[in-house]
């Protein structure tokens, strides 16, 4: 007859339990990361900056990981940051680094407070394992690139020295809701009802009138990084401007892409699209639906452009494309990257075909 004693049995069924778990979780991803918590310094407009954690793989198997979308959500981060890579696997015993890349381009800029914290929480999440959390922080400081033309068509002063005591960007639009004596302060900085043309691009144009001369491919030749590092600084601080005319002019394309809204309105271009083919109607449009800051700088521009169609061997339709495509673009679009960006389909080559039209009849007819 056997006889079973329990207390044994139940010691050993728990002994087994134990060292099955053990094997299990030696075989549980692991790893070591060296930071989850990330400071960047502070972030300027057109510059990026890079920092990067370790994953150190601790376990006993390889370990796949891969950063997910938090819920509610399908990007993995915000659209002013990059990672690289986003997912890999780590052998056993080895590392990895992490890239972190945050970069504030023309699509970005208009969409950020003035002087923005920006942050973001990653989910770093192991195949098999558990997630770790990783913390993103930064402050943006505003530039001139991914302001209104409202705000700065009425500052009487560069863009940096637009700051309250505090530090932070005036708001134009909101002076009243600031607090004595800061609301003083601000309203010395500002011109009174008076619209006036963005000293910013007044800056550029002029340069280019001066420096250009008969430069070909003129707004078709990229500038130099570091040229147009220093022309926005320059901008911003009131700086005289310095540096070749193919980098001056690619700061102009993109001062003019990153505003806050176009010089032709969002809410105007379909109107301005719809008229592109009679010369009458999109000045009507211009001279008498523009809001002033936008109207006088649209007839800044093309001015500009018919003395460089006069003076410089450039290609009217060329130039066309290139203005209708900035001076009337379309809403950026921060979501993850659409195929209709890559594949563009018969109705945004018709839109992009009227924008061109709409510029080209100002810059062939008389000049408005």
Not at 158 to 167: D, I, S
Not at 169 to 182: F, G, K, N, R, S
């Amino acid at each position: 007859m056997k006889v079973i004693d329990s207390k044994k049995e139940r010691y050993v069924f728990e002994d087994i339990c134990w060292q099955l778990d053990k094997e299990e979780n030696e075989y549980l991803p692991q790893v070591e990361i060296s930071e989850l918590t990330l400071k960047f310094q502070e972030i300027h407009f057109g510059h990026p900056e890079t920092r990067g954690i370790t994953v150190k793989n601790v376990g006993q198997s390889p370990v796949s990981l891969s950063f997910i979308p938090k819920i509610d959500e399908i990007d993995i981060c915000k659209p002013w940051l990059s990672i690289s890579p986003e997912s890999s696997v780590i052998n056993t015993t080895e590392s990895i680094e992490l890239q972190f890349t945050i970069e504030i381009k023309e699509e970005i800029a208009s969409t950020l407070d003035k002087d923005k914290n920006l942050e973001d929480i990653l989910i770093l999440h192991l195949e098999g394992g558990k997630d770790f959390f990783i913390t993103i922080q930064a402050t943006y400081i505003a530039s001139c690139f991914g302001s209104s033309l409202e705000y700065l068509s009425h500052l009487r002063v560069p863009f940096f020295q637009a700051r309250v005591p505090t530090g932070n960007l005036i708001d134009v639009d909101d002076v009243t809701a600031i607090p004595e004596p800061a609301s003083r302060y601000i309203q010395s900085l500002m011109l009174d009802d008076n619209v006036e043309l963005p000293q910013e691009l007044v800056a550029m144009v002029e340069y280019l009138k001066e420096h250009a001369g008969k430069t070909e491919n003129l707004f078709q030749e990229r500038g130099l990084k570091w040229e147009m590092d220093n022309i926005r600084k320059c901008l911003d601080k009131g700086d005289p401007l310095t540096g070749s005319v193919h980098s001056i002019a690619a700061c102009l394309i993109t001062f003019l892409a990153a505003l806050e809204n176009p010089v032709i309105p969002f809410h105007l271009q379909m109107k301005c699209l719809d008229a592109s083919s009679n010369y009458t109607i999109c000045k009507q449009v211009v001279l008498k639906e523009l809001p002033e800051s936008h109207k006088t700088t649209f007839r800044y521009l093309i001015r500009f452009l018919n003395h460089l169609l006069r003076d410089n061997a450039l290609y009217t339709l060329p130039i066309s494309h290139i203005f209708g495509s900035i001076l009337l673009r379309s809403e950026y679009n921060l979501g993850a990257k659409s195929k209709m960006e890559q594949n563009p389909n018969r109705d945004e080559l018709s839109i992009a075909k009227k924008k061109t039209t709409f510029i080209y009849q100002f810059l062939t007819n008389t000049i408005i």
